[in-house]
Nanobody, 124 residues
Framework: QVQLVESGGGLVQAGGSLRLSCAASGRPVRSYVVGWFRQAPGKEREFVAA????????YYADSVKGQFTISRDNAKNTVYLQMNSLKPEDTAVYYC?????????????????WGQGTQVTVSS
């Protein structure tokens, strides 16, 4: 069973940057897609970005294109989310999730495993 652990959240001023990490541990699974989602207070969980663990195209929500970058390090079993030019509206709990198989999805209900989340707070 694969487990996902996020880290890297924190408090940052508007315009700053953070890099989130999603480390996968346990039984290795190579055929899955890793996605980042976020949930702000009172709002639904929304898709941010995704990347196939085996490589290939990356996917972004329109709201973060050009601002966030998703990447992976197979040797470290880790997926990253580099977040630049952060805005107060980026404040949320950020979750990574794994969807078994090779199919990309923006729907959080289509993901099979979730991390515990990491808080990102952007002050104005």
């Amino acid at each position: 069973q694969v487990q996902l652990v996020e880290s890297g959240g924190g408090l940052v001023q508007a315009g700053g940057s953070l890099r989130l990490s999603c480390a996968a541990s346990g039984r290795p699974v190579r055929s899955y897609v890793v996605g980042w989602f976020r949930q702000a207070p009172g709002k639904e969980r929304e898709f941010v970005a995704a990347i196939p663990w085996s490589g290939g195209n990356t996917y972004y929500a329109d709201s973060v294109k050009g601002q966030f970058t998703i990447s992976r390090d197979n040797a470290k079993n880790t997926v990253y989310l580099q977040m630049n030019s952060l805005k107060p509206e980026d404040t949320a709990v950020y979750y990574c999730a794994a969807r078994f198989g090779f199919t990309f999805s923006v729907n959080p209900t289509n993901y099979d495993l979730w991390g515990q989340g990491t808080q990102v707070t952007v002050s104005s």
